[in-house]
Each structure stands twice: as C-alpha cells, then as structure tokens.
T-cell receptor, first 120, second 112 residues
Framework: DAGVIQSPRHEVTEMGQEVTLRCKPISGHNSLFWYRQTMMRGLELLIYFNNNVPIDDSGMPEDRFSAKMPNASFSTLKIQPSEPRDSAVYFC??????????????????FGNGTRLTVT | QKEVEQNSGPLSVPEGAIASLNCTYSDRVSQSFFWYRQYSGKSPELIMSIYSNGDKEDGRFTAQLNKASQYVSLLIRDSQPSDSATYLCAVTPNTNAGKSTFGDGTTLTVKP
C-alpha cells in the first residue's frame, strides 16, 4: 500500500501564476477529497469525488479553483490565477465504503503528505 | 454554530495521566465519527473510528459516542509525550462516501 501520493511537496509561486497540485489515491478507493488547511480556518473541504464524479464542490472558494479526476488513479487541483491568500497546505485524501453488518459506512480518510503552497 | 466543535485548547496533562478530548456535532443524522491525530507539519492520521453508541477501546485509546447528546469523546490513558499533537474530530453525515467535516482540533501537550 503506497498510500496517497501528492506532488509537489512544496510550491512557491508569484501572485497571478497558475498552480497545479496532483494526487494519486490509494488503489481501490472510490472517493477522493481535496482539503485545505490554514491556522485561521482549520481543515476545510474543497471538493470531493465519488467514482471519479465530482459530488460536492461547494467548498471551492471561487472560480479561480478547479479540480478534475480524469480516472480512478489521478486528480488535479488547479488555481488560476493564484493569490497570496491561497497560501495554505493542501491535502488530498481517499477512502472507500466499508460494510458494517448490513450497512455501508464511510471508512476513514487516508491523507497524502500535503502540498505546502506559498503565493508571494 | 459550527457543525463540529471541539473543546478549546491547548490541553496539557502530565505523563501517565488521562487526557480527555471532547467533540459535539450539530447534524443529528451523522453516522460515522473519527478521531485523527496530526503532528506538527504532518498530515492527519486515523486514531479511532466509531459508528455506534457506546465505547470502543483500542489500546490506550477509548472513543465514546452518544448520538442522543450528539457527543463524541476520546480518552487517552497513560498519556505519553509522544501523544503530544493536535487531535481532530471528524463527522460524516451519511453513509457511502459522504464528506467528513472536521473540528478545529485540540492541541494536547503531555509533559514528562
């Protein structure tokens, strides 16, 4: 189990530039989540996919943010144009449903190591 | 009111003591509850998951869930300095790939 793989680990860019963050979920997981973490706002859900389909993007701050999941093993989060207030740690996480008796419940999230984004 | 609220920290306990972390949630239909530990500069990692009312024990950790009171807690017995971290409570409203909402976290420091 290679875990959730994110790249790059660190990204420093200038305001106005395009930023692309990448994520490879754990094989077999059917849900993928993008979170953003800052000291002020904590861990915020930006968007999540189920079976490669975006289910809820209500957490995406504005149109400058977009996310795609072209297949089960890859997702991107793009910011264009970037702004200093986008500086944060961006986490990708994946999970799968777990059967508990007759119910299917959500299994825990497996987080990647995160991408620390700094926009100057 | 926040969807998930945790007791404000930081929390400091001496080594060997019991650390008690609390979390309340607002959505009554919540089904899945998780505690994550996050060391400084690292990503969150799962400590406990609980789905039914009552207690669930795993080693030094015990999660307690009371759906009627919309309350979930984490007890850490025999606290160790290595337990010093931020603990995040997460709640998922429904089954099958629902999104988790996180509390702001409680920072725990265990003093030797």
């Amino acid at each position: 189990d290679a875990g959730v793989i994110q790249s790059p680990r660190h990204e420093v860019t200038e305001m106005g530039q395009e930023v692309t963050l990448r994520c490879k979920p754990i094989s077999g997981h059917n849900s993928l989540f993008w979170y953003r973490q800052t000291m002020m706002r904590g861990l915020e859900l930006l968007i999540y996919f189920n079976n490669n389909v975006p289910i809820d993007d209500s957490g995406m701050p504005e149109d400058r943010f977009s996310a795609k999941m072209p297949n089960a093993s890859f997702s991107t989060l793009k910011i264009q144009p970037s702004e200093p207030r986008d500086s944060a740690v961006y986490f990708c996480a994946s999970s799968r449903g777990t059967r508990l008796g007759v119910r299917v419940v959500d299994s825990p999230l497996h987080f990647g190591n995160g991408t620390r984004l700094t926009v100057t | 009111q926040k969807e998930v609220e945790q007791n404000s920290g930081p929390l400091s306990v001496p080594e060997g003591a019991i650390a008690s972390l609390n979390c309340t949630y607002s959505d009554r239909v919540s089904q899945s509850f998780f505690w994550y530990r996050q060391y400084s500069g690292k990503s969150p990692e799962l400590i406990m998951s609980i789905y039914s009312n009552g207690d669930k024990e795993d080693g030094r950790f015990t999660a307690q869930l009371n759906k009627a009171s919309q309350y979930v807690s984490l007890l850490i017995r025999d606290s160790q300095p290595s337990d010093s971290a931020t603990y995040l409570c997460a709640v998922t409203p429904n089954t099958n790939a629902g999104k988790s909402t996180f509390g702001d976290g409680t920072t725990l420091t265990v003093k030797p």
